[in-house]
C-alpha cells in the first residue's frame, strides 16, 4: 500500500510514476522555437491522496511527478529547446511549497519518499542544465514560499517581480517547525552561497525578503519592475539560448507509454522484470539484455527511439524502482539479477560510446546516470547475484556496483549448460556514471589505493570469471554451487531480520565514502536532519507545529534544545 | 537538569566536566619518556548515572570526561610524550563500547550530547597526531566491540592480538539496531577506506573480523600473536617516536583546577561569566580581555601556566559551554559578549604569532581551534552582542563569527563613556582556527566572492566600528542606540518562540556551507541518522532493541523500509 494512513483519490492502491502531458494536471507545456514555458497551474481538486486541497499552487507528490515527466520530455521530445522559463499560471502567487495538509496528514514513510523524489526532480533540473545544456530560468510573479523558493533554488537563474510585495521565503521553521527540507537549505548555503546569518535571518523570516534585498543577499539574480518583466524574460532566455549546445535541428523521439504488466506478486516489463516474495520480504529486479545487435548508426538509433534497448530498459527499470521505493515499504531488500548476452550489451556500450557527440546517446548517458544514482539512494538493502546467463557487463555491471554487496557463482551449475558467469568492464565503469559524491562507483569502491582501480582498468572488455572478479575486488564473495543457496538464503533471512531504520542509516552511510558534493549533502545532512524533525513530537505531534496549522491554535513545544 | 530520566549517582544535580588523574575511576596514566599508556581500566560501580554496571570497559559519559581530560593533560603537562599506548587493563576485552543499559534509559537529549562529546574527543586523539606529533597506537588484547572499536578507529595505528578469538566488530546494528554512531561508520569508509561491502559485511556481523580478515579488509593495520605482541609494540611505539616533533626536552605545564564560582543563575570564572536568564532561556558568556600586557618572553608564558591567559580563557570557555550544552537542556539562545582592552587581546594574538614555534604556543592555538569548533557544534541560536566596551579581536573575534548571528552597537550610548564599539582581524581569522569543514570561519562567510575575504584581510589590525564591520560583512546588523534594546528583545524572544528541534536542524545546515572533511561528515551524515534512529521505536521503543537488549526477549520491529 502506497500510504497506510491515507487513501489514493484515484481509488488504487498505488501511485504511479507515469504520465504524459495529456494527462497533466497542473502543468502546462508550452513551447516555442528554443524555448519551452513550463506554466504551474496547480489543480486544487487534484489531489493524490484525499483529505487535502492544493491551494495557492502548492504541490504533492502528484505534481511533482508530472514536473519530473515533463522534463524528462523536454530532454528526449524536444531537442530543440534551449532554455525552460518555469512560471506560474495564478495571480500573484508562484509556488506556496509543499501541501501542509497532505504533509500533516502523511505516514513518516511518505514524507520521506515524497521528499526524496522531489529533490531528485530538482537535481534533474540542475543536470539537464550542466549535463545538457538545457538551463531552467525561474520567473516569480508573486510569491515563492517554502517549497515554491526551492523549485526556484533549481534553476539557473532566478527573475523576482519587483512589485513591492512578491518575495522569496522559506517559512518552514517559523511556521511549521520543519526545514525546507527539498535542498532549500543546502541551495541557500553551497549554490546561491548566501552568506550564513543572512541565511539564518531569511530562514527564520517568515515573510521572507523581496527586493533590492533580496539581490543584495543572492537569493535571487535580478528584480524587475513588472512593466519591464516581460521584455527582460525574453533577453534572459536568449541569453541561456546562445550559450547552450543543444542541437538546433534535431528531432526528438517520443517518450511513448512502458510496457508494464502488473500481476499480484510482480510486474513484466519489456525488458525488467520484478519479482515480489512478500513473505522473505524481497524484491527480485531481472534486467534483460538486448536481443538484437545495436543499430549500425544514429540514425537508426533515432528511428528505435524508446524502444532503442538502453533507453527502454533505463525507463523501466526507473519506474519499477519507484515503484518499490513508495508502493512496498515492506520489501526489505531489492536482488538484482541479469539474464542475456553480456557481449551484446557491450556493443551496445560501444555504440552509444561511438556516437557520443549525438544528442540522443548523450541523453540516454545521461539518463541512465539518474537512474543509477536512483538505486544509490534507494533505502532497501541492495545485493546483486551473479549467476550464469547473466550479463553484468558494462552499463549492467554499475547495477551489480551500486549494491551494498554481490555473490558471484563460481563455475557452472549441475544439469545446466549455461557457462560460467562472467562479469565485464568498459570505459562507462571509470566515469560517465558518477555517483552524487562525483565518483564513479569503482572509485568509490577502491578509495583505499588508486592502483585497485587502475588494475580493474587493465581488464577492460575481458569476461572476468568469479575467482577473477573476485581476486579484483570486483564482488563481494565469489560462492561455488553447494554453497550457494544457503549463503544467500541466510543472509537474505538474517537482512530482514534486521532494524529497517537501521539498515537505513546504516546503508546511507556506507554507500557514499570519500568526498561530498552539494548534491550527495543534500541527501545526507539535510535529509537526515529533516527525517529527524519528521519523527519529533514539536513537528509531528498531536500539538506539533505540523498538525496544528491552519486550525488557529498555536503549537506547544518541549522547549528542550537536544 | 542533566538528564530528566536518570539521577546521576553522585547525588548532585549536574555532570562536571572537569576532573584530574588523581581523581580518574576508569584510566591509569603511565608516563615512560616518550611514551605514555593510557590505560582503560573501568570501575563498574563507577558510573555517572544510577541504574547500570560499566561491564567489560563499557563506558558511559563520565568515562570519556576521564579520557579527553587524560589527552588535554598529555598535551600540556607532559610536551617530551611522543605516543600514546592506547590499552586495556582487563584481561580478554579492550572495550565493550557504550553502555547499552546507560544508553536504554538515558533521554534522547544526553543520548544526543554523549554521542556529541565521544565524538569530539575522538576527534581531539586524532587531532593531537596530526597537529602537535603526539600519535596513539591502540592495541587490542581482546574484544573491542562497537564504541571501543570506534575508539581503536581514533588512533594512528591499530594492533591486534592475533589469538583466534580477539576480535574487532561493530555489532550496533545487529544488536541494537542503532549505527556505531561515534564515527564508526565514518571512519571505516573514510579514514581506514574499507571497501564499501567489506565495510557492509563487517557492520552487519554481529561476532565482528580477526585474524588475517581484519588486515586484509584495513580494519586494523596489524595482527601479532601474542609472544610477539610486546616487542611489536615497542618496536611500533618506537617508530611513531622517531616520526614526531614534539620537544624532547620541555618541562609541561600543570592544567590546575578552574577557578569556578557557580550561583543560582550563572557561574563565575576568572575571566568568564555566564548569566543564565531561565524566563527567557538565555545564556549570556561574557569572555574578558587581560588584565596585563603579554609576557616578554615564551619562557615567561610557560611561567605562568595554567594562568597565561589565553590558555585560561580556552579552559573556562570550554567548561561553560560543556555545562549549557548537557546541563542546561532548556537555554534556547547563547549571548556572547566580550569585556575589555581589543588592543591587549591583539597583544596577545602577536605574542602567540611570534612565538608560534613554540611548542606551549601551539597547544594553545590547538585548544582554541577545539574550543571554538566546540561552539560551531553547540546545538543552540548563538549570538554576538558587539558593544561599547567589548572586546571581539583577533582570537575572541572567532567567537563573533562563529554565531547564527551578530549585532553591532553604532557609535556611544547616552550617558555611558565608552568609546564605540570596534572589532579588529588579525591574521588568526584566516587560517588559525579552521571549522570541521576545514576553512576558516570567515572564509565560510565569504564562500560567495573571495574578493571579500581580500577586502576584510586589508583591514588587518584596524579597528573597525559598526558601519565599517557592516559594510565588509563582519557582522550581520549595526543599530543604534534607539533601536538596539528592541530590535534584540524581539529577536530573543522569537528565537526561543521557534521550535528546538527545527533550530538544531537549521544551525546544523547553515552554519556549514562548503567542502566537507570526514569530521564534518561525522557531525552531518552519521550524527544525524543517528539521532533520527534513536527517535524510532525499532530502537527506543518499548519492544525496540535497544530497550529489550539484555531481556532474553526479541525485539519486535515495524518492518516498513522508510
Not at 58 to 75: K, M, N, Q
Not at 202 to 223: P, S
Not at 541 to 557: I, M
Amino acid at each position: 500500500m502506497a500510504d497506510t494512513e491515507r487513501k489514493l483519490s484515484n481509488g488504487g492502491s498505488r501511485i504511479d510514476f507515469q504520465t504524459d502531458p495529456s494527462r497533466y494536471r497542473h502543468w502546462k507545456l508550452k513551447l516555442d522555437g528554443e524555448v519551452a514555458t513550463l506554466l504551474m497551474d496547480v489543480d486544487e481538486k487534484a489531489t493524490l491522496f484525499e483529505g487535502y486541497e492544493l491551494k495557492l499552487n502548492s504541490y504533492d507528490l502528484g505534481v511533482d511527478i508530472e514536473l519530473a515527466d515533463a522534463v524528462e520530455r523536454l530532454r528526449f521530445e524536444h531537442p530543440q529547446v534551449k532554455v525552460i522559463l518555469l512560471r506560474s499560471a495564478k495571480p500573484r502567487v508562484f509556488c506556496a511549497g509543499a501541501n501542509i495538509r497532505m504533509l500533516a496528514g502523511a505516514s513518516h514513510a511518505h514524507k520521506v519518499n515524497f521528499c526524496k523524489f522531489t529533490n531528485e526532480t530538482r537535481n534533474g533540473i540542475e543536470d539537464a542544465s550542466e549535463s545538457s545544456g538545457l538551463s531552467t530560468i525561474c520567473v516569480i510573479n508573486g510569491t515563492a514560499a517554502g517549497g515554491g523558493y526551492e523549485l526556484a533554488l533549481a534553476a539557473d537563474h532566478i527573475m523576482l517581480i519587483d512589485d513591492g510585495s512578491s518575495a522569496v521565503s522559506l517559512p518552514e521553521l517559523p511556521l511549521l517547525a520543519v526545514l525546507p527540507g527539498t535542498g532549500g537549505l543546502t541551495r541557500v548555503t553551497d549554490k546561491r552561497k548566501v552568506r550564513r546569518d543572512h541565511a539564518d535571518v531569511f530562514c527564520t523570516t517568515e515573510e521572507g525578503v523581496k527586493g533590492k534585498r533580496a539581490v543584495d543577499w543572492r537569493l535571487v539574480d535580478e528584480v524587475v519592475p513588472g512593466s519591464k518583466l516581460e521584455p527582460a524574460v525574453i533577453e534572459r532566455a536568449m541569453a541561456f539560448a546562445a550559450k547552450s549546445k543543444r542541437p538546433a535541428d534535431a528531432k526528438g523521439i517520443a517518450l511513448t507509454p512502458l510496457a508494464r504488466k502488473r500481476a499480484e506478486n510482480g510486474v513484466e516489463y519489456s525488458t525488467v522484470a520484478v519479482e515480489l516474495d512478500r513473505a522473505r520480504r524481497l524484491a527480485t529486479i531481472t534486467v534483460r539484455g538486448p536481443d538484437t545487435p545495436p543499430p549500425k548508426t544514429a540514425d537508426e538509433m533515432v528511428g528505435q527511439g524508446a524502444q532503442f534497448w538502453p533507453l527502454r530498459l533505463a525507463r523501466e527499470l526507473d519506474d519499477a524502482i519507484l515503484d518499490i521505493r513508495v508502493n512496498e515499504f515492506e520489501v526489505a531488500a531489492i536482488v538484482f539479477k541479469s539474464a542475456g548476452d553480456g557481449g551484446q550489451v557491450l556493443a551496445y556500450d560501444a555504440f552509444l560510446d561511438a556516437n557520443k557527440g549525438h544528442w540522443l546517446a548523450r541523453e540516454i548517458r545521461g539518463l541512465w546516470k539518474r537512474v543509477l544514482k536512483r538505486i544509490d539512494l534507494t533505502s532497501r538493502s541492495l545485493v546483486a547475484l551473479i549467476e550464469p546467463g547473466s550479463c553484468f557487463a558494462g552499463t549492467l555491471a554499475e547495477i551489480a556496483f551500486a549494491t551494498d554487496r554481490s555473490y558471484m557463482l563460481i563455475g557452472t551449475r549441475g544439469g545446466d549448460n549455461k557457462p560460467p558467469a562472467a562479469i565485464a568492464l568498459t570505459d562507462v565503469n571509470f566515469g560517465a556514471y558518477p555517483m552524487s559524491n562525483a565518483l564513479s562507483r569503482l572509485a568509490s569502491r577502491f578509495l583505499a589505493d588508486p592502483a585497485d582501480l587502475a588494475r580493474a582498468k587493465a581488464e577492460i572488455g575481458k569476461p572476468l570469471e568469479a575467482a577473477t572478479a573476485a581476486e579484483l575486488g570486483l564482488v563481494t564473495f565469489a560462492l561455488d554451487d553447494i554453497d550457494w543457496e544457503d549463503e544467500i538464503r541466510v543472509f537474505l533471512e538474517e537482512r530482514a531480520s534486521f532494524s529497517p531504520d537501521g539498515l537505513t542509516g546504516l546503508e546511507a552511510n556506507l554507500r557514499f565514502g570519500g568526498p561530498e558534493t552539494m548534491e550527495s549533502k543534500i541527501f545526507a545532512r539535510l535529509t537526515a536532519w529533516q527525517n529527524w524533525i519528521f519523527q519529533r513530537p514539536n513537528a509531528v505531534g498531536e500539538e506539533g507545529a505540523l498538525k496544528r496549522y491552519g486550525t488557529g491554535q498555536k503549537p506547544v513545544f518541549d522547549t528542550k534544545r537536544v
